[in-house]
């Protein structure tokens, strides 16, 4: 029991916020608390998916959430990043920067995400596929991490 | 209390998901059963948003949905329809014509939503914010609609 913070984003890929409510779906089922950090537009997209906060209950700003990373206000067992772009890869690599202790998965969907899953140079999980709004690929493969994740923590 | 279609097309606008659950939360509120005709894939990404399905519990796929309308098998006091492109366009034409006695709103999002909006010759209320993924602008307009609207049937 515990909480998890998910990453995300600017929202111009549709299968963020869906992902964003799956994966708190799951955590949640595994016991866990799900936070989201985001900026405003992308936690507005999140919002209006789940009027009634049945998935997602907890926002933060995601500069907030990473400065509190950084000053050791607030720890978490694990952090689920999800990235689209270069700017998505900067502020995981900041995250992860600030919060070692953290098991990090690295969600990267889009066209670029293969692309971009190869800059990556610190360390997490990855969970990789190009895809844009068809969930199916990257569901199967981030089932599997985030069964062996919650085991983990 | 009454069954009403959410129709939607493609989901290549990251909003289009998110609306939907927010349109089926509304419905709900007011007592009524949303039912969404998707194709597959934009199915798939609403489901993803959605995995205890507590806004959407009845899908269909579109072509059947416009096929029971057409034959008399279902009807549906109001239809709302999300519409973003030419396709969404059509099938919302196909659908009015099809179900003359049902109250039609056509939301209309995405870059191009005014000159979508202005191609519409069918009966309908129209709902339009040339918007992606800022839901702000839409939600205010749609908010309005809808409660005159579950007032209407």
Redesign the interface.
Same mark, same amino acid.
């Given at each position: 029991m515990g909480e998890v913070l998910i990453l995300i984003g600017? %929202?111009?890929? %549709?299968?963020?916020? %869906?992902?964003v409510? =799956?994966i708190a #779906?799951?955590l949640q089922d595994a016991g866990h608390h799900p936070v989201v950090a985001a900026n405003p537009?992308a936690k507005?997209?999140?919002k209006?998916? #789940? %009027?009634?906060s049945? =998935?997602v209950s907890e926002y933060k700003d995601v500069e907030k959430a990473i400065g509190e990373l950084a000053d050791g206000t607030v720890q978490y067992p694990l952090i689920i990043s999800l990235i689209h772009n270069d700017a998505g890869l900067t502020y995981t690599a900041t995250t992860s920067a600030v919060a070692p202790k953290s098991l990090l998965i690295s969600v990267l969907f889009g066209e670029h995400a293969y692309d971009l899953a190869e800059e990556i140079e610190y360390p997490t999980e990855k969970v990789v596929a190009p895809v @844009?709004?068809? @969930?199916?690929p990257l569901?199967i493969k981030l089932d599997e991490v985030l069964e062996w994740a919650v085991l983990k923590i």
């Open positions: 600017c %929202p111009q890929i %549709p299968v963020q916020s %869906p992902l409510l =799956y #779906d799951f537009s507005q997209l999140v209006t998916s #789940d %009027p009634k049945h =998935y @844009t709004h068809n @969930t199916r569901l």
